[in-house]
């Protein structure tokens, strides 16, 4: 298989190789060589006559983060469990791998209020580059939840997340691509049950109608499997709710769509 790169920053395009990938094999692209002094740099790989599977390694004093790539662009993007509290840092990274300029608007909800900042009204992302938004900027600090929608009045681009968790009980780093559309089921394979582990679920509804919510668990042995006890989640409109399998929500509402991470 053989192909080419572009890594792309604040500036343009920095860099561009071609590279080739052998039968049952693998190629790193080491983005650090190509970008000495920003802070987040994208990478857009086409591969000819061929095709193959495409992973980001981030590494970071707080941890590695492994994600795969997106394989489309879209003109809206939504992430649903954003995280300020104790210093953590939120960072969106919004790419334009096309030779037009897009222009998207910004707004983000908690669990008690949403808010579309003026200064991200129309926020440009030049040609092929990388721009990036601490969710500081936004005004949503030291917040335990906070989710974000981008939507492009002109032209589709990529969003993906830095996230830093410093504090409040959270601590890491994960680098992930943010929701390119609505639906209304989300599947969740890797759950884990076990002494010390905690797992909750954001649910965000970036619509101006209620989300009505029923969870099921899969387990094994299968018997464990359940439909989640109790009157559904509701959402209310421009809201995110944090699902706790071990508390309970009792509201009600009308079914609709929305992004859970």
């Not at 002094?37 to 590695?64: C, K, M, N, W, Y």
């Amino acid at each position: 298989v053989v192909g080419r790169y572009q890594v792309l920053t604040e500036d343009g395009v920095v860099a561009e190789q071609p590279f080739t990938v052998g039968s049952w094999s693998q190629t790193r692209i080491d983005v650090d060589a190509a970008v000495s002094d920003a802070d987040f740099a994208s990478v857009i790989v086409e591969i000819d006559g061929g095709t193959g599977f495409v992973e980001q390694i981030a590494r970071h004093p707080l941890g590695d983060s492994v994600a795969a790539c997106s394989n489309d662009t879209s003109p809206t993007w939504y992430v649903a469990d954003g995280y300020t509290l104790e210093n953590s840092v939120e960072t969106l990274v919004l790419t334009n791998p096309f030779d037009e300029s897009v222009v998207a608007d910004l707004r983000f909800s908690t669990e008690s209020r949403q808010s579309e900042p003026d200064r991200f009204r129309g926020f440009i992302v030049p040609p092929r580059s990388v721009q990036s938004i601490p969710i500081a900027e936004l005004g949503a600090r030291d917040e335990p939840i906070i989710s974000v929608t981008v939507e492009a009045t002109a032209g589709r681009l990529i969003v993906g997340r830095a996230q830093e968790y410093r504090g409040g009980g959270r601590f890491g780093y994960d680098v992930s691509l943010g929701a390119p559309e609505l639906r209304d089921q989300w599947w969740f394979a890797d759950g884990e049950v076990a002494d010390g582990v905690e797992e909750t679920y954001s649910i965000y509804n970036p619509t101006d109608e209620e989300v009505e919510v029923t969870v099921f668990f899969g387990g094994l042995p299968v018997s464990a499997s359940a439909v989640n006890e109790g009157d559904p989640i509701v959402v209310p409109p421009f809201r995110v709710v944090v699902f706790d399998p071990n508390g309970s929500t009792t509201t009600d509402g009308t079914a609709g769509e929305g992004s859970v991470d």
